[in-house]
């Protein structure tokens, strides 16, 4: 009879950051645990609060899955001698497996017959695994920061405080240092902190939920939800959701209570950015906004606790929201104080990085190279974009991106347009920081896209060029995210740029800066952005095979490239693709170490290699002109009546001839046929059947 298994590990408060994590983990390592002593189960579920991380997992069964066990011995031609009698080794072999001779079998393997020893093993009894099971995932779990507390060994995101353990309703006893598994659970740790005898799943999650606990994220979340959108709604309003807060909210606590707050309407004048960022990330409330989306001076926080007058709770929320945005007041009155100009200067004592120079030196750096970009892309911009550029990080000298670092470019844009600045310079300011995130907001005008691929270019560049290169999962100055960045832009643009111009430009604005070989940086980089744009279109559902046989041809036109994968999957579906592959695998081998030649037809002496040259010579110039309009998908259908000549070429022809000039003229023509097809792609790396 299958059984139910439930554990709950009581702890102090965990960061609200560590639990959805903790929750995949968990879930993750039980599946392996049983998995792996083969013991199977149902469904599994996890949840978290603040203050317990718990894990059921339905229908696991009470005992092993029986094994059959098979160990080779000799082999058989030495485990008999001539009269087939046991040879030492054969009966040593049997005695060690505790069986006779005779219950020894032969089995067949890649290096012959071997003797081999079965045993069938009965499965345990689920409940005498279990423990061990528990004992290990507890101490398995991973977090970005654990601690040890007491004079105990384990490690844990906060002390463990208490651990429930049942599978079927019977205690599963183990040890975690100090802590015996129990049967007992407890609620809210101010309004029902008392013992709460556990004996199921549902048993449990009903008395928590009696004792103040909505153990269950989800019933918490939508909870939270309802809760705040009804106070919202007592003042004519609407949350500003976002779901980053409410996933954080719900992992801060256990019986959420909707408590709404307001602030004097005078901050309503500060940008409203500002009012966002101090009540959201700086208070975790939820900002109300009315109909329109317009801001209400109200903002909904969620307590942990009930108490006898909210009013007060509210008031308490209020006078912190109010010394928050008293002092944005401040700053913003002060910043303005200041010119743009003046900020700019002032940027010549602030540090980019040591090995980099100050962060005016950077400005200048992307202000020349907006300034090469703008002239490629639309000249007529340029005054634009180089006044954008020169005032895009002024922002950070100021008291309010000081206090309020997330709101840099943002400010950058408010206090431009109250300098009279143009209203494009100043979204241009605010969209070069863009995209913030991964598969985040793209700048939406071109100033402001000419200016982001600018300054994460010189980031990029400049780090590479004093060698301080992402590894592994370590990328300190987010150059995955701005490569990132740079392609989707080009990309969402359909921008007509060379990233290969890009890195030599930029190099050269570098040039006092740069302390390793310029040709090696490039290289470097070049790599890079390689390496992003691949797993992003890997990542996007792309074949891998053909990602990497475009982009191993070059990827310093984004644009084209992705063109050319889109031609070469619809490619794919033509009966002449996997022959074709196959072929120009053939001609890769045998083209190793050839750096190409001049064809000479009057060296031709097979029909098969007058054919392809002749066919080679007609379709060279229509698919020419084919990837000359980007159109690869036509220019791949003409290429593909290279096939059969191809094909008869390997059939009859001789490539490595014994007479250098025709060994070479050969090599030569399959080279100029390889060079045309390369203009798309390696077809050598296209994975076939044979």
């Known amino acids: 009879m299958a059984k139910e298994l439930l554990l709950e590990i009581g702890t102090e408060e965990i960061p609200a950051a560590f639990l959805p994590a903790a929750q995949a983990d968990m879930a993750a390592l039980i599946e392996k645990a049983l998995s792996g002593i083969r013991v199977r189960h149902g469904e599994i579920k996890t949840m978290a609060t603040p203050r317990r991380l718990c894990l059921v997992v339905m229908d696991v069964v009470e005992k092993q899955e029986d094994q059959i066990m098979e160990r080779l011995g000799p082999a058989k031609r030495v485990a008999f ?97 100090n802590i015996t598994a129990g049967n007992q659970s407890f609620g809210h740790r101010f309004m029902s902190p008392g013992a709460i005898m556990v004996s199921n799943f549902q048993d449990y999650v009903e008395k928590l939920r009696q004792n103040y606990v909505m153990v269950d994220p989800e019933e918490r979340r939508k909870f939270i939800l309802q809760e705040a959108e009804k106070a919202a709604a007592n003042v004519s309003g609407r949350i500003l959701r976002k779901d980053e807060l409410l996933e954080t909210v719900t992992y801060l606590v256990e019986y959420p209570i909707a408590i709404c707050g307001s602030f004097d309407r005078k901050y309503l004048r500060l940008p409203e950015e500002v009012l966002i960022t101090s009540m ?67 940027l010549k004592k602030v540090v980019f990085h040591t090995l980099l120079g100050t962060s005016y030196e950077k ?30 990080k002024a922002d950070l000298d100021t008291q309010m991106v000081g206090e309020f670092p997330e709101l840099q470019g943002v400010m950058g844009r408010e206090y431009a347009l109250l300098a009279g600045e143009n209203s494009v310079v100043a979204k241009a300011i605010y969209e070069h920081y863009l995209p913030v995130v991964a598969g985040g907001q793209l700048p939406e005008t071109d ?20 060698n301080l290169i992402p590894t592994g999962t370590a990328d300190p100055y987010a150059l995955r995210r701005h490569a990132l960045g740079i392609i989707n832009i080009i990309l969402d643009k359909r921008y007509s740029l060379r990233i290969n111009e890009l890195v030599d430009k930029s190099l050269d604005i570098l040039h006092d800066k740069i302390k390793e070989d310029k040709g090696q940086i490039k290289s470097d980089v070049l790599e890079f952005f390689r390496g992003r744009f691949g797993n992003q279109l890997i990542a996007h559902g792309h074949p891998y095979d053909v990602v990497d046989a475009v982009l191993v041809t070059g990827i310093s036109d984004i644009v084209k490239a992705l063109r050319k994968i889109e031609a070469m999957e619809a490619f794919k579906a033509h009966a002449d693709f996997e022959p074709l592959a196959i072929a120009f695998k053939r001609a890769s081998n045998i083209l190793k170490g050839f750096s190409g030649g001049v064809v000479n037809p009057a060296l031709f002496e097979a029909a098969a290699e007058k054919t392809l040259y ?56 399959l080279w100029e046929i390889t060079m045309l097809f390369n203009k798309i792609a390696d077809f050598s790396k296209i994975v076939t059947e044979v």
């Not at 066919?615 to 003409?638: F, G, K, M, P, R």
């Open 614 to 669: 002749e066919t080679y010579l007609e379709i060279h110039e229509q698919a020419a002109a084919h990837i000359q309009q980007d159109d690869y998908q036509s220019a791949l259908i003409v290429m593909a009546r290279l096939r059969r000549p191809v094909d008869a070429f390997f059939d009859s022809v001789l490539v490595m001839d014994e007479d250098d000039r025709i060994r070479i003229n050969r090599l030569s023509l």
């Open 447 to 466: 100033e402001g896209a000419i200016l982001s691929i600018a300054d994460k270019m010189d980031t990029i560049v400049g780090f590479f060029g004093v």
């Open 280 to 346: 959201m990330s700086h208070q975790k409330y939820f900002p109300v906004v009315d109909e329109k989306g317009n801001l209400l001076p109200y903002f909904i926080t969620i307590a942990n606790t009930k108490t006898r007058d909210l009013s007060v709770v509210a008031r308490g929320n209020e006078r912190v929201i109010r010394a928050r945005l008293s002092d944005a007041r401040f700053f913003f009155e002060e910043d303005q104080k200041v010119s743009l100009e003046k900020r700019v200067e002032d």
């Open 363 to 392: 400005v200048m750096r992307f202000r020349a190279l907006a300034d090469f970009i703008a002239e490629q892309l639309y000249p007529a911009l340029k005054p634009t974009v180089n006044r954008a550029a020169y005032l895009a």
């Open 81 to 177: 001698d001539e009269t087939g009698k046991p040879s030492k080794s054969l009966i040593g072999f049997a005695r060690g497996q505790g069986m006779e001779v005779a219950e020894l079998a032969t089995v067949s393997t890649e290096k012959g017959e071997y003797i081999c020893a079965r045993k069938h093993v009965a499965g345990q009894e689920t409940v005498s695994l279990l423990p061990d099971v528990l004992t290990k995932l507890v101490y398995s779990i991973p977090f970005r920061k654990s601690m040890r507390w007491s004079d105990l060994q384990i490690r844990f995101a906060r002390p463990i405080h208490w651990i429930l353990a049942l599978w079927g309703g019977e205690v599963v006893s183990f040890k975690i240092e």
